[in-house]
């Protein structure tokens, strides 16, 4: 039986084999993120070939998910190996050292965020290991920063400016080529680094269209300004990924975890899939266990509403890749049967969804736990009845019928969700579920389901069209 809440496993040297990607899928992976940071498009054709070759092996889908490298702002090389900070230590920030100074000199080729800076701005360098603020400035785009804590800094680290949002496009030019080459290769979705507005999701989408082709884009939040504009980002967006790695450097520790549950909570209202990702099982990289710290947030990720839980380093070059899924996928589990215990010693306190299909999905959903049916199944052209009935989180499987093969893979991203390729022959589509239920070896015989379903009226000029999307609006018990 599949798991509810997907697991996400990036692919590198410990796992990117034909075996050890077959042994991931079998043990919980059903999306295969390839990460664009270290590779361009022809990198990765063996990899996708191998992940193809999987899936018409085991007989579902497997998504692959590009990762886009984003721009990264970084500061130039140090004139000597490194800098050691301690609290209260100053330095000085700009293109060029000024002459006459004597204090360290950390080089930044980017004028024009220069330019933006003001005093009392908050710079963090290497990952978050030093926090500074601007405290005066000696010149135009010339800075004294104070260290904020101690440290040590080498040449090339990233750097962020928490609370600017900085003129720096989402998509850089090799991010661009990137994305239309992997489009030529079958990728199944893309995620986009460092996004600040709704617009640079519709730059990507842009350059997908204009490419012939339809994915789902994935907004990764690593920017606190990101996080601000969460409502036309969801709006815009497919999926969410909560990148905890950048946020948590953008974002004060303290503040992190109430700002994930906020951002699970918004997407499961939208009934978009979310992803939590970053360092989730990161002790399992050396060890075969992980620890008791790192079980709970995985755990407590599933129980906040994610749909998906990401391992990033982990598999990447870890040296237990296939364990640390099964662990993640039992964790999982067992938050899954915690939340069922929840739903039924509490009420919903709020509705999710509007309209015909938010409330039918709920109709449906009560009324399976009510008569204690085997599974949900929709016939889903588009996905988006599956992901409605994914959002009241049920205690069934969904079975999400569907011709269309982006459809398919994309659904590997929405929570409880099997998604289930059908060969559409009848003339309605709650035909083509009843005959899919028939055929199909998942239901025994006796089982009863709960089928939603779009159903055009009957008549001589109502016939079905393959490949319009009409919307939910039938419910019925059906037995097998």
């Given at each position: ?475 019925k018990v059906f037995k097998k």
């Amino acid at each position: 039986m599949f798991g509810k809440t997907k697991i996400i496993a990036t692919l590198g040297p410990a796992s990117n084999s034909p075996e050890m990607i077959t042994k991931l899928a079998e043990a919980g992976v059903r999306v295969f993120r390839l990460n664009f940071s270290h590779g361009n498009a022809a990198s990765f054709v063996e990899v996708i070939k191998n992940i193809r070759d999987a899936e018409m092996e085991l007989g579902y889908p497997l998504t692959i998910m590009q990762d886009l490298a984003g721009p990264k702002i970084r500061i130039g090389n140090l004139d000597v190996d490194s800098y050691t900070f301690a609290k209260g230590d100053e330095a000085v920030l700009a293109v060029e050292r000024p002459v006459g100074s004597d204090l360290p000199f950390l080089p930044f080729d980017h004028p024009h965020i220069l330019k933006m800076l003001e005093i009392g701005d908050r710079l963090v360098v290497a990952d978050g290991s030093v926090r500074f603020r601007v405290v005066r400035s000696l010149g135009e785009n010339v800075f004294v920063i104070k260290a904020g804590n101690g440290g040590i800094i080498t040449s090339r680290k990233g750097m962020a400016l928490p609370e600017k949002s900085l003129p720096v496009p989402a998509l850089t030019d090799k991010d661009k080529k990137d994305l239309r080459e992997a489009l030529a290769l079958g990728i199944d979705a893309v995620a986009l680094s460092f996004v600040q507005t709704a617009g640079d999701i519709l730059e990507a989408k842009e350059i997908i269209r204009s490419c012939k082709c339809a994915i789902p884009v994935v907004a990764k939040l690593e920017r606190q300004n990101a996080v601000g504009n969460l409502d036309s980002i969801l709006e815009a967006a497919d999926i969410i990924m909560v990148a905890r790695g950048d946020l948590g450097v953008e974002c004060p520790l303290p503040e992190l975890p109430a700002m994930q549950k906020r951002i699970i909570r918004a997407c499961n209202k939208a009934a978009k899939p979310v992803i939590v990702a970053t360092q989730m099982l990161l002790s399992m990289v050396n060890n075969p266990s992980p620890t008791r710290a790192e079980t709970t947030d995985v755990a407590n990720a599933v129980l906040d509403g994610a749909d998906c839980v990401m391992l990033s380093e982990e598999t990447a070059m870890g040296a237990f890749p296939v364990q640390t899924v099964r662990f993640m996928r039992e964790i999982a589990d067992q938050a899954e049967k915690l939340m069922q215990e929840r739903k039924k010693m509490y009420a919903r306190l709020e509705k999710i969804g509007v309209g015909v299909t938010g409330f039918l999905s709920n109709a449906a959903c009560q009324l399976a736990n009510e008569i204690q049916a085997d599974g949900l199944v929709c016939y889903s052209m588009t996905g988006s009845s599956a992901r409605a009935l994914a959002s009241h989180r049920p205690g069934q499987p969904i079975y999400a019928a569907s011709v269309d093969s982006n459809t398919l893979h994309t659904l590997n991203f929405s929570w409880g969700v099997a998604p289930c390729r059908i060969e559409k022959s009848q003339a309605g589509h709650l035909e083509a579920v009843e005959a899919f239920i028939e055929e199909s070896s998942l239901f025994q015989p006796g089982a009863t389901l709960i089928v939603t379903a779009g159903q055009r009226r009957s008549g001589p000029d109502q016939d079905d069209v393959q490949g319009m999307s009409i919307g939910t609006n039938l419910l019925k018990v059906f037995k097998k």
